[in-house]
């Protein structure tokens, strides 16, 4: 986590807190170390509304679109948070590297397994990338839903499950292994939607 990240966490979170009303539930489940967040995608403010409401020393890394990175201004600005880019509809390996040594360092690693926004669950399978990653470093994956698409001043919530640890036959996950665990997460993130903070 970069200082940058610190001070701009500090300035934003108010301001997103104020804008996108949020609770949180079980928190409780976070392991001690590396673990990859896996979460839902119907907006593009998910991973904001996420990471602003982790703790600010929660050791939080992004994966997001290289399409982001070729915005100048935005690009330089993702950079500085420790953000890092990931090419959708192929084997991007310079960021399957980066996410694993994020996650074999102990830190926390946020990302989407449907690999785009979608309105409703089942739209997309989940890609398989998150399975490489999870078994290559042996970290636990956390299901995360985001609540809804987020509306100014709408209350969401965000739930936080119980980490789980695939297991595999091999030293590496077979296609069938591979198709499995990431639609087993899918679906543990979606049975977390029926969680609501505010009742």
Known sequence: MTKFYRIIYTIAAPIIHFLFPCRTVGLEHFPEGGALLCANHSSGWDP???ALNLPKNARLTVMAKDQ???IPLLGFFLKKLGIFPVK???NDLTAMKTAMKVLSGGNRL???PEGTRVDEQGEVEAKG??????TRT???MVPVYCGGKHKFLRKTTIVFGQP???VIAGRRPTP???????????DRIYELSGVDAWK
Not at 129 to 134: N, P, Q
Not at 176 to 186: F, M, P, V, W, Y
């Open 48 to 50: 904001i509304v996420i």
């Open 68 to 70: 982001l990175f070729r």
């Open 88 to 90: 959708r509809g192929g």
């Open 110 to 112: 946020l990302v989407f």
């Open 129 to 134: 990338g998150v399975t490489m990653m999870a």
């Open 138 to 140: 042996g970290v636990p």
């Open 164 to 166: 789980y640890t695939p």
């Open 176 to 186: 069938d292994e591979n198709r499995a665990i990431a639609q087993e997460i899918l």
